[in-house]
C-alpha cells in the first residue's frame, strides 16, 4: 500500500508550450525504456526475488519510478497545453493530437505504443538484477539525449536533469541488491561463480569456501569500480 503526496519529486513550471520538445520527452513515459516500464518492470520481479533486501530495493525503485511517471507526464501536459492549431500542425504533433487531444497516452518518441513485452520478470534472481543494471542504463542514455536538446531551456532541463540522476542512484542500488543476492542464494552464487564478472571482479564466498585473489587483483576490481562510478556521473 502506497501514501500518496500531492506534489512532484521535483517542480515542474514550464511556462512555453512546446508540442515537438514533448514528443520526445514523451518517450520516457511510455518508451522503450520508460518510466511505466521501468516501475511495472520493478513491481512484478519483487514477488519472485527469494532475498528480502533486493525485494525492498525493487519496492522502492518502482515506487520512485512511478513518482518519475508523474513527473513526465506533468511535463508533457504542460508542454502541449494551451497549443493552437497551427503550433499543432506545425510541429508533426497532429497525428498524436487526432488520436488523443491534449491528454498524456504510453508511447515511444517514434509514436510506438506502450507494450508490455518492453519490460522482463523471468524469476531468475541473477536475470532480473542485471536486467534491471541495464534498464537503468538505457534510461539514463535516453535522459542524456534528452539533455542534448533540451540543455538550453533550464524550465525543461533541470527537472531532467534530476530524472536523469535518480536514475544513476537506482543503477547503484541494483548494483548493492546483485551483490547481496550472489552472496546469498546457492543458485544464485552457483551462476556468478562462473560467470566472467564473477570470476575477474568477485571476492565473495562461493559453494561454500572463501575465493581470496591476490592484492593486484582486489586493487584491479576498486579500480574498475570507481571508474564506472566516474563514467556513470559525468555527463558530456
Not at 22 to 42: L, N, V
Not at 57 to 82: G, W
Not at 145 to 168: G, M, Q, S, T, Y
Amino acid at each position: 500500500m502506497w501514501n500518496y503526496e500531492k506534489r512532484l519529486q521535483y517542480p515542474v513550471n514550464i511556462k512555453t508550450p512546446n508540442a515537438k520538445i514533448a514528443q520526445f520527452i514523451m518517450s520516457q513515459y511510455g518508451g522503450p525504456d520508460g518510466e511505466i516500464g521501468a516501475s511495472m518492470r520493478y513491481l512484478s520481479q519483487r514477488f519472485s526475488m527469494p532475498n528480502r533486501m533486493a525485494t525492498a530495493v525493487l519496492n522502492d525503485v518502482a515506487t520512485e519510478e512511478l513518482a518519475h511517471l508523474e513527473m513526465v507526464s506533468t511535463i508533457v501536459h504542460q508542454l502541449t497545453q494551451d497549443l493552437s492549431m497551427e503550433e499543432i500542425e506545425k510541429s508533426g504533433f497532429g497525428p498524436y493530437y487526432i488520436d488523443h487531444g491534449n491528454g498524456i497516452w504510453p508511447q515511444a518518441a517514434g509514436g510506438i505504443p506502450f507494450n508490455a513485452c518492453e519490460f522482463q520478470s523471468k524469476g531468475d534472481p541473477l536475470t532480473d538484477l542485471f536486467e534491471d543494471l541495464a534498464a537503468e542504463q538505457k534510461a539514463r542514455a535516453t535522459y542524456d539525449n534528452i539533455l542534448r536538446v533540451v540543455r538550453d531551456i533550464p524550465e525543461i532541463a533541470d527537472p531532467i536533469r534530476f530524472l536523469r540522476a535518480r536514475e544513476v542512484v537506482h543503477f547503484q542500488r541494483f548494483g548493492e541488491a546483485n551483490r547481496e543476492d550472489c552472496s546469498k542464494i546457492p543458485k544464485a552464487r552457483k551462476t556468478h561463480k562462473f560467470s566472467t564478472f564473477g570470476k575477474s571482479l568477485s571476492i565473495r564466498t562461493f559453494a561454500g569456501h572463501r575465493h581470496k585473489p591476490p592484492y593486484l587483483l582486489l586493487y584491479l576490481k576498486m579500480k574498475i569500480i570507481h571508474e564506472i562510478g566516474q563514467a556513470a556521473f559525468s555527463y558530456n
